[in-house]
C-alpha cells in the first residue's frame, strides 16, 4: 500500500450518515475512506497526490437510487418527455413539435399522465387529426401505452389477440382497439415495429444519460430490468473509459418460462460484471398498476378490476422466491396491490433465517395496504423499496385522479403509500425514482417525500401528509436504507472507514435547509471511490 494518499476531501460538514456524525475532512487509498476526522487532524495526515476543498459545501454519503430503468431506457432513449404536460393539447402539440428522428418516421413519448384524461378511459383520441406518422407514446405507470391508428394498422392489431398473461388491447365502444395497450404482451405488439437505435447510438444515448444522472447527485443505481442488449451497451460503453457511477442490474424473472429453466438462465447471468457494474439479483413482477386496473388488490377495484396476480400460478411465484434464496440470489419484487404485497411478504417471512442472510429480499412500490399488513410487513424482515413521487405527481390532493377513484376511499386516502408507518414500525425504507415514470433528480425526491406534494408547486395541497419523512429519514432513504436494499451496505451507503469513498457535495445541508431550496440546490460534486466524476 503506498504511503501516500490518493486524496483529502474537506467541507465545512461531511455526514457521515444520515443520522451519524458530521466532521470535516476524510481522506482516500485505494478507493476507500481511511481517515475521518476536523480540517486540523487533516493537517496532521500524510501527504495526499490531491486535496479537494469544498470549503462551506456539505459532503454526504453518494446517493443510491433503489428502483430505475436507466439502462433499458437510457440507451433506446427517444421521443419527448411528456410529464410536465397539464392538458391533452400540450401532449398533443409536444409530440408534433418533436425533432423528427432520422431513423424513423415514428412519433415517441413517455410518462404520460393517465390522471390527464379525467373521468373518460385513455384512448387514442386526442392523436386524431394529426398526420399520418405512427405514433407510440408509453403512459407513466410504465405497464401502458397508447398507439394511435396508424400504428395500430402497421403492427396489425385487431383486439382480438390472445396473451399468456394480465395483457389486454382494450376496445372501444364500437368494438375496435382504442388505441389503450396494457401490459408487457400487448405493448409488444408496437414495440417491435418501431425500428431500434443502432448499437453506437445507444453507448452514447445511456453515456449522456449516466453522466446527467451523476450531476444531480447520484453515484449508483439499482436497475431492474436488465436484458442481454444491456449487457452489450455497458460493457461497450466501458470500452470508451469509466462509467460515471456503479450499477447493479438485475434480469426479470419470466413467469411463462419453464421454472427450472429460467431459474438456472437467471443464476447464469449472475456471474456477469464489469470494473463498476455487475448483475446482482432478480426482478420478479408480482402485478400491474391500480391505475390501469392490472393490480393485485384483496378486493376488486371500483371498476371491477385489479381481481388477479401477473403470475398466474402464484404457487409457482413462492417456489421460484424460495429457491432463489437458496442459491443466495436477492429478490426484488414489483408488488403495487394488498394482495401482492401480502403474497411477498409472507413469501419471505416463510424463509428461514440462513435463506433470509444470504441475501436481501425486497418488495418494490407498494402502495396500499391495511394496518394488519404494516405490521405483517415489519415481522417479515422484507426490504421496501418506494418511490415518494409517485404519490406527489400522480395522486392529487382531492383524491379525484384516477388511482384514487378505482380504489375509493378507505384503500386509497387510509391505506395509500405508507412511508412513514412502515419507517415508524422498523422496516427498513429504501427510496428511488422509477425512471423514467418519474424524474431521477435525488433533490426532488427527497424534497417530496418531506414535503408530501411536488417541491416545485407551493400551490398544490398535500397527499398523505401523515407519511411524511424527515429530511434525516429522506437521506437515509438514499443512502445506508438503499445501500442495504442493494445488499451492498458493507461497502457504500455511509462514509465510515473503510467503505467506498462515493461522495455527494451540495451547495446547502440537505438536512437544516428548508426542502424547496434543497431542491433547488446545486450539486457541487459527486466522486465514485475518490475520483472526480462531476464537478
Known sequence: MSAELDAIFLADKIHITAHGPTVNALAVRDGKVVRIGSREDAAQWESAA?????????????????????VSAGANRRGVDLSRCRNLDEVRQALVDQ?????????????LDPNLFGSAPPSNGFLHGTDDRPTYVKMADGHSAIANSTALALAGVSGQEVFTSYSCVVLGSDGEPNGLLLEDEALELIRKHIPPLSAAQQVACLGALLLAMASTGLTTLSLLDLNLSSLDTLAALEVEGELPMRLRCSPVFDPGADTSTELDRVTDLQTRSGRLWRVEGVKLVLDGTIDNGTAWLEHPDTCGDSTQSLWLDPEQFRVVVLELANRGIATATHAIGDAAIREVVSTIAAMTKAQRARAPHRVEHIETMPDDLVEAFARSGAIASMQPTHSTLYVWPDHQDEWSRRLGPTRSRVNGFRFRDLQDAGVTVALGSDWPVAPYDPRGVIADAQLRRPHDRADTGQTFPRQALTAAMALEGYTTSAATALGWQDHIGSLEVGMDADVTVFDCDPLSEAAESFAASAVIATSIGGRLIWH
Open 99 to 111: 425533432p423528427q428522428d432520422v431513423d424513423s418516421e415514428w412519433r415517441l413519448g413517455w410518462s
Open 50 to 70: 490531491q486535496t479537494h476543498d469544498f470549503g462551506a459545501a456539505t459532503m454526504t454519503p453518494g446517493l443510491i437510487d433503489a428502483h430505475s430503468h436507466a
